[in-house]
């Protein structure tokens, strides 16, 4: 459906200003709002979207919105993924079968949300056909935007998409699906001679043993991954990366999560070893069920660890579980962490952006 050529936009970039990009914003609102706040982005920075601005979070709509009024500024940029890729779904009539389904799966994303504003019930629609079109009507100013908007942003030193690019053919001749459609496209082994920054995939998928959400750099290979797992993940946070000014290679990055601040007291070790289930591998096996905490045996490595019982999705003996991790963190007094769990044992935290155990005193 998305074998079509894909759209890409020159920009030149105005020289000494501050460049913001984020990806993955994923219908939450709060988080980038949050972020642009925590950032101090005015209308002295220019803003790069890298696309996934919608679907599986709270707020499309509302996302959706807030992003077309800071494109009235002029140095905001958006660019498409492939959650945002509603322009051939939305206007052929084969899908809405399957788009009313997925709806109503998902309770949630833009259709949702369009629906809701509408005054319409998603569950009692009988024609939804004619309520796609009643949409399109009543939605003409929305719909118009994302059909304008670029698959690639090029600059002069820079290429922004949202999943991959391939060095083997001419940022033009890719298609639509090519750049926005990629799991794991640090593992591909590509180089590139001017930067290539993508999101699409959560960067804590490609830690083994540990979980951090931090943009990951490659300056060997020129790639920079920015997905912080924002709405996917328990613990995910939404990353800005920081380029000073046009032609910098001295990147930094900005993130905001909304969780509670707090300060340790007493130090801690590490653990000697550790091991992260995440999704796509999180089977596992119930050895003992507890009411707060679970022994479970991860299926496809043998390694066990206790896991909160919440976090399991059924009472099987097999299931599936949250992305989920026995990492103790080595902490001093004094650092600042976030804490995303509280439990009888101690806290699950997150310190600068990596999370993990942490079993002595906060204040």
């Known amino acids: 459906m998305f074998d079509y050529p894909a759209r890409v936009e020159t920009l030149r970039l105005p020289a000494g200003r501050r460049i913001l990009v984020v990806s993955d914003i994923h219908g939450n609102l709060p988080y980038f709002r949050g972020l642009l706040e925590r950032a101090d982005f005015s209308g002295r920075d220019e803003l790069i979207v890298d696309g996934d601005f919608l679907e599986k979070g709270p707020d499309s709509l509302g996302t959706l919105r807030f992003l077309m009024a800071l494109c009235r500024g002029g140095n905001v940029h958006p660019l498409l993924g492939n959650c945002d890729l509603w322009d051939d779904i939305f206007l052929s009539d084969e899908t809405d079968e399957r788009l009313l389904r997925y709806i109503l799966y998902r309770k949630s ?3 949702w949300d369009m629906l809701n504003v509408s005054g319409l019930d998603p569950f009692e629609i009988e024609d939804f056909t004619a309520c796609k079109r009643q ?7 929305e719909w118009d935007f994302l059909e304008g908007l670029p698959h690639a942003i090029e600059t002069e030193r820079y290429t922004f998409v949202h999943a991959a690019l391939y060095p083997d ?3 033009r001749a890719h298609t639509a699906d090519e750049l926005t459609r990629c799991d794991a496209f640090m593992r591909l082994g590509y180089r590139f001679d001017k930067w290539v920054i993508v999101g699409h995939y959560p960067v804590v ?8 959400a931090n943009p990951v750099i490659d300056r060997e290979r020129r790639i920079v991954s920015l997905d912080g797992g924002c709405v996917l993940k328990d613990d995910g946070q939404l990353n800005a990366l920081v380029i000073p000014r046009d032609g910098s290679e001295d990147f930094s990055f900005i993130a905001w999560d909304p969780f509670p601040v707090r300060t340790v007291k007493t130090a801690q ?3 000697a070893r550790s091991y992260y ?7 596992v096996r119930v050895l003992r069920r507890g009411e707060e905490f679970s022994l479970c045996r991860h299926v496809r490595t043998g390694y066990e ?8 999705y059924s009472d099987g003996e097999y299931t599936d579980c949250n992305d989920c991790t026995d990492d103790v963190l080595a902490l001093s007094p004094g650092d600042r962490v976030s804490v995303i769990e509280t439990c009888s044992r101690g806290y699950f935290v997150k310190h600068e952006g990596r999370s993990g155990w942490y079993f002595g005193e906060l204040e």
């Not at 289930?277 to 089977?283: P, V």
């Not at 660890?305 to 399991?312: D, F, S």
């Open 205 to 212: 998928l490609y830690g083994r043993d540990i979980v951090c």
């Open 109 to 111: 994303g833009l259709l």
């Open 269 to 271: 070790a590490p653990s």
């Open 305 to 312: 660890m206790e896991i909160l019982t919440k976090y399991l």
């Open 135 to 141: 949409l399109r009507r009543r939605f003409a100013a």
């Open 277 to 283: 289930i995440r999704w796509g591998d999180n089977r």
């Open 169 to 171: 053919k001419p940022l």
